[in-house]
């Protein structure tokens, strides 16, 4: 009668075969040796940053320098036009064609805009990047806007609008900008509603033209060789050209209130911050976390570790967000905090928030909030770091910005070396300084700066 069973000489017999087999392919296995951010300027003037992380997926961007910071005063939400055609055709393609064979390998095409870039970016499985280059080069180089093309986005416009004017965080983040910087930074990502069409194929030329050039450009890659993407950098037609001169950020303060209906008020104070190249930075980015930020356990009411969290708590029962916020630019800088409350209780959250940012001035933080916070800080920078998506406009904005990118380990070794008297010095010299608020939503509760600070 046959067994059904294995003998044990025929176990151990396969188990040996296989990892004989095992060994013989982890001989022929493919070692990936951890690489750093590397950097290139070609003779063109546009500067070449790249990541090697082994990523099946390779991302690519082309970035400018040319947010909306740089709009001219007769021409506010030009680069929200522009973010909106970047899906037009190009002097080589078709917008059909672009999506058709964009499509066709699985990848993804985009354009995104901040206060100070725009950022063309592509992303496909390492096989199709051929494809994939081609038509980035298309939408960030070789613009060709039609009349008909820019009218039909006017929709996409108005769409954009509706969407931003039923976010009040949004709206929070621009009139704080606004309030603070009035013109430069102050200058909104989004169109004003009455320029809405307003821009013809004139005007994205001459803004294009102007700021779409070799000198304001960086050519970013993550999950490609550096020196593929150098090569690959000669095939990208930048139009030959000097930075533009641009007007220096200034903080006024001030402040701006957007009264609506709503039963909660969204609202945000915050002082004078420091430029991305001051020794300041990181001491400020330390003690935003000291402060706290938002909850790091889903649900959780972040009492724990968060002081402004724990002094909202204490003036309602309502539920709340209550967050310290850093913004770092070129030129300039913001910090404070935002709170979000209930409409009845905003008067009572903000002022017990307030007293508790000020305390921060007094010598109140410990060291070992110190340390704390200095764990924070790079456990989120690695975190981050582990989105391609993220680290892609990370170090392309960065390069563009200083022509240089800091590796990981640098900026664990610059955090470790943020004392406590760092903290105290920065919170004394940026919370005293000149505040400005903004606030929106149901604000028959809500006091006046004045009152406040």
């Known amino acids: 009668m046959k067994s059904f069973g294995r ?33 290139t300027k070609l003779p063109s003037g546009v500067v070449v940053t790249s990541l090697e992380n082994y990523s099946p997926v390779s991302r690519i961007a082309v970035v400018y320098g040319a947010g909306s910071r740089h709009e001219p005063a007769n021409a506010l939400g030009i680069t929200h036009s522009l973010r909106v055609a970047a899906n037009q055709s190009s002097k080589k393609a078709t917008a059909f ?28 499985l390492r096989n199709n990047l051929a494809t994939g280059i081609e038509h980035l080069n298309n939408v960030a180089t070789g613009h060709d806007f039609k009349p008909w093309e820019v009218q039909d986005a006017a929709k996409v416009q108005r769409q954009d609008l509706e969407l931003y004017l039923h976010s009040p965080e949004a709206q929070l983040i621009e009139a704080v900008h606004k309030a603070a910087f009035r013109d430069t930074l102050g200058q909104s990502l989004y169109m004003p509603t009455d320029r809405v069409g307003a821009y013809g194929v004139h005007d994205l030329d001459a803004f294009v033209k102007s700021h779409y050039v070799a000198h304001n450009a960086a050519l970013a890659g993550v999950g490609i060789d550096h020196d593929v993407l150098v ?24 402040e701006l209130r ?21 020794a ?8 935003q976390l000291v402060l706290g930020t938002g909850p790091y356990v889903k649900y959780s009411n972040n009492l724990a570790s968060s002081k402004v969290a724990k002094a909202a708590a204490s003036a ?30 905003a008067g009572k959250v ?57 590796g990981l380990e640098q900026f664990d070794s610059e955090v470790d070396k943020v004392t406590l008297e760092d903290i105290n010095r920065v919170a004394k010299k940026i919370l005293n300084g000149k505040p400005t608020m903004a606030a929106v939503g149901d604000l028959s509760s809500t006091p006046y700066l004045d009152e406040l600070v």
């Open 231 to 254: 090569h690959l950098a000669k095939k990208f037609t930048f139009a030959p050209g000097q930075t533009p001169e641009h007007k220096k950020a200034k903080y006024h303060g001030g």
């Open 350 to 406: 903000l002022k017990a928030v307030v007293n508790t940012v000020t305390q921060a001035t007094k010598n109140t933080i410990t060291d070992a909030e110190v340390q704390r916070a200095k764990h924070k800080l790079k456990v989120c920078c690695h975190m981050d770091a582990e989105s391609s998506a993220e680290r892609l406009e990370w170090i392309g904005a960065e390069v563009l910005l200083a022509g240089q990118v800091y």
């Open 280 to 287: 300041d930075v990181l001491p400020l980015g330390v003690l």
């Open 316 to 345: 309602t029962t309502h539920p709340f967000t209550a967050s310290a916020i850093c913004a770092v630019y070129s030129d300039a800088g913001l910090f404070g905090f935002q709170v979000t409350a209930d409409a009845r209780d």
């Open 258 to 278: 957007l009264d609506q209906r709503s039963r909660l008020v969204h609202a945000a104070i915050v002082t004078e911050g420091v430029a991305v190249d001051s």
């Open 97 to 124: 064609g672009i999506a058709k064979n964009i499509q066709q390998i699985g990848g993804s095409l985009s354009c995104s805009t901040s206060r100070e870039q725009v950022i063309y970016s592509v992303s496909c």
């Open 7 to 39: 003998s044990v000489a025929s176990v151990i017999q396969g188990r040996s075969l296989a990892a004989q087999a095992a060994a013989k392919q982890a001989e022929h296995r493919f070692k990936a040796t951890p690489q750093d951010v590397k950097v």
